[in-house]
């Protein structure tokens, strides 16, 4: 962020109010309580933003920008479907969960918000039903299924264990895998 004595540009606020969101969750979200803790005025957030339900859309979609399409985008780059996979699960397991608990909650009271989190759920299970299609050979119909139940154990990781998502989730991981190579093996 910018020093304290100089203005703030619009990613400044948006940092800020992440850092608010992680931390106090969705009650922080005011514009009194973001000015009053970033010791900035209402104008300064007004003259970006416009309202308050300008700056949370706002920062939904950096949300979802960095925790899905940077992602997906970084995973592309890998060449074969197991390393796409395995750095899909590496990146993954890093995100700012706290964020994204809080982008979700906000979601439940703000329309504009939960359009953001449905797209970005949708986007998340359809890059990994590609990702498994390509690595297990497992059709459309069977790939999607299979992505939404990886993409439903994270989201309920989130929730049960923030702090060790990998940790929670290694088992029922090791046997959704196994569940794909028994469907990839029933169609060959």
């Known amino acids: 962020m910018t020093a304290r004595g100089s ?6 606020w948006l940092q800020f109010g992440a850092d608010m969101l992680r931390k106090y969750g969705p009650p922080a979200m005011t514009v009194e309580g973001l000015c009053a803790s970033a010791k900035r005025t209402k104008g300064s957030f007004y003259h970006h933003f416009g309202t308050i339900d300008g700056f949370l ?4 979609k950096a949300w979802r920008k960095t925790q899905t399409d940077d992602i997906a985008e ?5 060449t074969t479907p197991e390393a796409r996979l395995a750095t899909l699960v590496r990146l993954t397991n890093v995100i700012d ?3 994204e608990a809080g982008v979700r909650a906000l979601g439940v009271s703000h329309a504009a918000i939960l359009d953001v989190v449905r797209a ?7 890059f990994l039903a590609s ?6 050979e497992l059709g459309p119909e069977d790939a999607v299924s299979l992505a ?3 993409h439903a154990l994270h989201v309920v990781a989130q929730a049960r264990a923030p702090g060790a998502i990998g940790d929670f989730s290694a088992g029922p991981t090791a ?3 196994r569940l794909a190579a028994d469907l990839k093996a029933a169609r060959t």
């Open 97 to 99: 969960h706290d964020l």
């Open 131 to 136: 990702l498994l299609d390509d690595a297990y």
């Open 148 to 150: 939404r139940l990886y």
């Open 57 to 60: 859309l706002a920062l939904a």
């Open 74 to 78: 970084s995973v592309a780059a890998d």
């Open 175 to 177: 046997l959704l895998r």
């Open 7 to 12: 203005r703030w540009a619009k990613e400044d």
């Open 120 to 126: 970005a759920d949708e986007r998340r299970e359809t």
